[in-house]
Nanobody, 116 residues
Framework: QRQVVESGGGLVQPGGSLTLSCAASGFTFSLYAMSWYRQAPGKERELVAD????????NYADSVKGRFTISRDNAKSTVYLQMNSLKPEDTAVYYC?????????WGQGTQVTVSS
């Protein structure tokens, strides 16, 4: 079964840090571009960061540049999102996505809440 499963969400205070993980299975992880998206209540889902499958080139939304870092471990079939200096506006459900050509897999999401 081809799937991606997110973990690591939770409640954190403003200025804090959190690391999300996304474990993939059932497909050749290293060939897939991996992305993190998020969706806040009442808003559309937006791209947070992505990383290519080959050279590991990264891309970030302007709102998270300098605070978030996406990385991948192909040996573990896992992609990470290190989030620092978190703000209340980062509160959302964070989703992992794997894509290669027409193939596209989504996780179930993990809630991140930034609040004092």
């Amino acid at each position: 079964q081809r799937q991606v499963v997110e973990s690591g969400g939770g409640l954190v205070q403003p200025g804090g840090s959190l690391t999300l993980s996304c474990a993939a299975s059932g497909f050749t992880f290293s060939l897939y571009a991996m992305s993190w998206y998020r969706q806040a209540p009442g808003k559309e889902r937006e791209l947070v960061a992505d990383i290519t499958g080959g050279r590991g080139i990264t891309n970030y939304a302007d709102s998270v540049k300098g605070r978030f870092t996406i990385s991948r471990d192909n040996a573990k079939s896992t992609v990470y999102l290190q989030m620092n200096s978190l703000k209340p506006e980062d509160t959302a459900v964070y989703y992992c996505n794997a894509r290669m050509n027409r193939l596209n897999y989504w996780g179930q999401g993990t809630q991140v809440t930034v609040s004092s």
